[in-house]
Each structure stands twice: as C-alpha cells, then as structure tokens.
T-cell receptor
Framework: EAGVAQSPRYKIIEKRQSVAFWCNPI?????LYWYQQILGQGPKLLIQ????????DSQLPKDRFSAERLKGVDSTLKIQPAKLEDSAVYLC???????????FGQGTRLTVV | GENVEQHPSTLSVQEGDSAVIKCTYS??????FPWYKQELGKRPQLIID?????GEKKDQRIAVTLNKTAKHFSLHITETQPEDSAVYFC???????????FGTGTSLTVIP
C-alpha cells in the first residue's frame, strides 16, 4: 500500500515570500490533516479535512495560511506571506475516517530566512 | 479544545530497564489515545493505541494503560533496547470534537 506522499521535501524561502505544499493521502482515506512541527515540539494541528470539508481549522493562522482539498483527495497548504517563525516541518497525515490511526507523510522542511 | 500534557520531556534508561511516559488530557469526550514514535528526521509512526472501552492493551514489550476517571494514560516499554531511542508522542481524539491533538513529546535515550 502506498503511503502518504508530500512534496517538496525541503524548501528555503525569504520572509514575505509565498510557498505551497502538496499532499496526496493514502487511497480511500477520508480524513486528512496538516500539522506544523517546530523543532523539539509535538505536531500542532493546523487543519483537518473530512473528504473535502473542513472539520477543524481553529489553529490555522488564517491571515497567512490557507488550505484546500477540492476533490476530497489531495490537498495543498499555502503560506503567504511567510514569517521567520513559520520555519518548521509541515506534516500531512491521513486516516480512513475520524478517530482512527493517522498515517504520516515524510514532511516538508520549510526554512524561512 | 483538547489539551494534552506529556511527561517527562526527556528520559534516559539503561538497556534492559523499563521506561514509562505519562500523558493527561482535558476533554472528557476523548476516546481514542494513540502513541507515536518518531526517530530523528523521520515521520511519526503508530506503535500502539487504546480506546476508552478498555483499560490496558499490550503488544510484546509495549503496553498502554488508560484511566478515564483521572484522564490520564501511560506508555510502558519493558526490556528497553537501544533501538527504542526516539521521541514518543501521545495523542488524544474524540468523535464529538473531531480533533486529533498531540502531546509535547518525550525524548527517550536507551543507554547500552
């Protein structure tokens, strides 16, 4: 079974620039999560989708972050404009449905300089 | 929303000893409690999980206990080995809250 795919693996941008991350979940998984993991900390939930609907985006900084999952399959997370404190690993995860095991992708390591 | 606290933040044990990591949660509706292991530079991977209808679950050297009344759950690793060295995260979620929140992590070092 193919795992969760994310791209790119690494990205370096200057502050105030924009960046987008892509995630393709495991086939058939209805629930998709985006997490931000700052070095030395636990993953912080940014947004959670069930199919193409948003279940929870309470911790998403909506003035600069946006995410979509238009067809209920793959998803993109965008940051515009980026700040230095956005430097982190962005992890995408998927699960068959709510409240079940989440499978993680390799993550995208973002460095904002 | 849910608040998951995890202790200790770092833990060092001698090979062969046991390791215990504890988590507390705030949302009484939480009913699913997974534990993830994350090796350096790698993705988190599930090692064991428990649902609220049981108090304990065991898988070889790993066990998880849950006390719903006190809102805490613990990971127990027995006969630790150097390959157990990693960061461990607990998490909690519920059907009603539809949220999946992680603890702050425990860095476990097993000394050969």
């Amino acid at each position: 079974e193919a795992g969760v795919a994310q791209s790119p693996r690494y990205k370096i941008i200057e502050k105030r620039q924009s960046v987008a991350f892509w995630c393709n979940p495991i086939s058939g998984h209805a629930t998709l999560y985006w997490y931000q993991q700052i070095l030395g900390q636990g993953p912080k939930l940014l947004i959670q989708f069930q199919n193409n609907g948003v279940v929870d985006d309470s911790q998403l900084p909506k003035d600069r972050f946006s995410a979509e999952r238009l067809k209920g399959v793959d998803s993109t997370l965008k940051i515009q404009p980026a700040k230095l404190e956005d430097s982190a690993v962005y992890l995408c995860a998927s699960s068959p449905t709510l409240n079940t095991e989440a499978f993680f992708g390799q993550g995208t390591r973002l460095t904002v300089v | 929303g849910e608040n998951v606290e995890q202790h200790p933040s770092t833990l060092s044990v001698q090979e062969g000893d046991s390791a215990v990591i504890k988590c507390t949660y705030s949302d009484s509706a939480s009913n699913y409690f997974p534990w993830y292991k994350q090796e350096l530079g790698k993705r988190p991977q599930l090692i064991i999980d428990i649902r609220s209808n049981v108090g304990e679950k065991k898988d070889q050297r790993i066990a998880v206990t849950l006390n719903k009344t006190a809102k805490h759950f613990s990971l127990h690793i027995t006969e630790t080995q150097p390959e157990d060295s990693a960061v461990y995260f607990c998490a909690a979620s519920s059907n009603t809250g539809n949220q999946f929140y992680f603890g702050t992590g425990t860095s476990l070092t097993v000394i050969p």
